[in-house]
């Protein structure tokens, strides 16, 4: 199984600062199917990141993802105050299928 | 729109089973498989499994083999989750999540929270 070891756990930043989340795996993951997903409280998740790099519809350039392997960063380059909420990674690989990362919670300094 | 609405809010005890509606809307149902992912209070993202809406082959995760049974109906254009012998540790909100065509979950439903309670 291959594990997504997302870090920090908590991140607290402020306003108009740069954020850099990572997401680790415990095997090497095809780039084409490491996505990145957004939660506010009481929401659903929301797609941001797909293909490790490429930006969902409606998402804002500020929002960039990059890697490769085992080793997937998600940026921010300056946050809004609409950005701060819990950010997920997922893969698709063999078995099982689906996995995702345990979280990092992107609070507000 | 893209859009899929799910059923709502459920409780039950231990023991008796669930079953959780996701009705599509503004694409073709039978061409994107559907996923559920479910999530515990406090907690992480969990896969549950998927369904072909076109064919019915499903696939589930280990975890839940043999309590859990996705479906659907193309006439209403729906998939259905059905959890069966419930325990305390299923509470959680279930979500239902297309397939994408790089494997990633977009759109998600709002939510269905599941609560398993005595």
């Known amino acids: 199984e291959i594990v997504l070891t997302q870090s920090p756990g908590t991140l607290s930043l402020s306003p108009g600062e740069r954020a850099t989340l990572s997401c680790r795996a415990s095997q090497s993951v095809s780039s084409s199917y490491l996505a990145w997903y957004q939660q506010k409280p009481g929401q659903a998740p929301r797609l941001i990141i797909y293909?490790?790099?490429s930006r969902a519809t409606g998402i804002p350039d500020r929002f960039s993802g990059s890697g490769s392997g085992t080793d997937f960063s998600l940026t921010i380059s300056r946050l809004e105050p609409e950005d701060f909420a819990v950010y997920y990674c997922q893969q698709y690989g063999s078995s099982p299928p689906y996995t995702f990362g345990q979280g990092t919670k992107l609070e507000i300094k | 729109q893209v859009q899929l609405v799910q059923s709502g809010a459920e409780v039950k005890k231990p023991g008796a089973s669930v079953k959780v509606s996701c009705k599509a809307s503004?694409?073709?149902?039978?061409?994107?498989?559907m996923h559920w992912v479910r999530q515990a209070p406090g907690q992480g993202l969990e896969w549950m499994g998927w369904?072909?809406?076109?064919?019915?082959?499903?696939n589930y995760a280990q975890k839940f083999l043999g309590r859990v049974t996705m479906t659907r109906d193309t006439s209403i254009s729906t998939a259905f989750m059905e959890l069966n012998n419930l325990r305390s540790d299923d509470t959680a909100v279930y979500y239902c999540?297309?397939?994408?065509?790089?494997?990633?979950?977009?759109?998600w439903g709002q939510g269905t929270l599941v609560t398993v309670s005595s």
């Open positions: 293909g490790a790099s």
């Open positions: 999540a297309r397939q994408g065509t790089l494997n990633y979950f977009d759109p």
């Open positions: 369904i072909n809406p076109n064919s019915g082959g499903t």
């Open positions: 503004g694409f073709t149902f039978t061409g994107y498989f």
